[in-house]
């Protein structure tokens, strides 16, 4: 059996942070979840493994045994992992992360109804919203169609022709249900079962009403609002009350679980509240400082570099970064510069740097990678 890389199949580096793992299994579970791909046999086994990796690496205790003895070392853990059909509904595992109650305040939400006896209640919708990074900055509303099924206008949910009602079934009496009684030897088994004629709705319809063929039900694709508040972050989402699909038997509808996607940033790469960016200056800036103009989400602001800058330096501009989700300020910009080199060059200007590369000559060391120098900062 070939060894598992559960960080290869998280995408992640091996010193990535507990909130870049999770964020990585959040991506990957919105598109591999069996809910988000009803029928598809290899999404299921995608997300069974994509599940298991999560399992291990967001634990410290079994991320260290997997690190220093791989598979084996999980055992010690008490890791098993999860079979067929085990992993979290894509409500509970998004609920699981914390989002849904951050935006239950934004729309409307008490506790989820509970369906009465012999109601059913409707099924929850799910809708991707594509937004910019500036949307998120300053948050919108806006309003998306949406396809669902509502009661029916001509015969009000119950699927008789106007005019008509539903009878009450003679099979089971309207109880919706069929009690049978075997006798096993000197014992009897007592079995309930729904009703085969009237399907557990305890009525049948003689007379169908033809605008939604008996059902009660009809499609129909109703725009809604949805206010994305400032600050959001992909892969967060609004659980919108009653906007899905209607219930039957007088059954409550369901919920709209409006999933934010962030579009790619031409500038900016964010993380959390922090927004990152590169720029570039010359050797002249470099060696003798300056003053340079860098983009911020919102417009442009100066940076200071103080003489003899390293390419690669990474400098923090205080509260130009994304907003928090609750309106408790803004996170930090972090700039990376990197020091242009000219292409062509006089002999005179060869000849001078020859001369500042001499007087500045050091020993040979590991220039630090970008991550890591973020890293260092945030200490």
Do not use: W
């Amino acid at each position: 059996m070939p060894k598992k890389d559960y960080y290869e199949t998280l995408g992640v580096d091996r010193d990535s942070s507990e909130e870049g793992i999770k964020r990585a299994f959040r991506h990957l579970a919105r598109k591999h979840h069996p809910d988000v791909n009803p029928g598809d046999k290899g999404a299921e086994e995608r997300f069974k493994k994509i599940n298991e990796a999560f399992e291990v690496l967001k634990d410290p205790e079994k991320r260290a045994a997997y690190d220093q003895f791989g598979e084996a070392g999980l055992e010690g853990a008490g890791f098993r992992p999860h079979g067929a059909g085990e992993f979290p509904g894509f409500d509970e595992l998004f609920r699981d992360f914390g989002f849904g109650d951050i935006f239950d305040v934004f729309s409307g939400l008490g506790g989820r109804a509970r369906a009465r006896r012999g109601a059913i209640q409707g099924a929850d919708l799910k809708y991707e919203l594509d937004i910019t990074l500036e949307n998120s900055f300053e948050g919108i509303t806006t309003k998306i169609e949406v396809p669902r099924h509502e009661r029916c206008p001509d015969c009000r949910g119950t699927g008789a022709m106007p005019g008509t009602s539903p009878k009450t079934c003679p099979e089971c009496g309207g109880a919706g249900e069929v009690r049978t009684i075997k006798r096993m030897g000197f014992m009897h088994a007592l079995n309930i079962g729904p009703c085969g004629r009237c399907r557990g709705t305890g009525t049948v319809i003689d007379r169908p009403c033809k605008n939604c063929s008996g059902t009660g039900l009809k499609k129909v694709t109703r725009k809604v609002e949805v206010n994305v508040p400032a600050g959001v972050d992909d892969g967060q989402y609004l659980r919108l009350a009653g906007q899905g699909e209607a219930g039957s038997n007088g059954g409550p509808p369901g919920d709209l679980y409006v999933v934010i996607t962030l579009r790619e940033h031409p500038v900016f790469e964010r993380h959390d509240t922090e927004l990152f960016c590169k720029t570039t200056i010359g050797i002249a800036t470099a060696i003798t400082g300056g003053s340079i103009e860098v983009p911020t989400i919102t417009s442009t602001a100066k940076l200071k570099i103080p003489p003899g800058t390293q390419s690669h330096t990474v400098f923090r501009l205080r509260g130009q970064g994304m907003p928090e989700l609750r309106g408790r300020g803004r996170g930090d910009q972090l700039v990376k510069v990197v020091v242009k080199i000219p292409s062509k060059a006089s002999r005179e200007q060869i000849g001078s740097l020859k001369e500042l590369d001499d007087a500045g000559s050091e020993s040979p060391s590991t220039d630090k990678g970008f991550f890591e120098r973020l890293r260092e900062h945030r200490k």
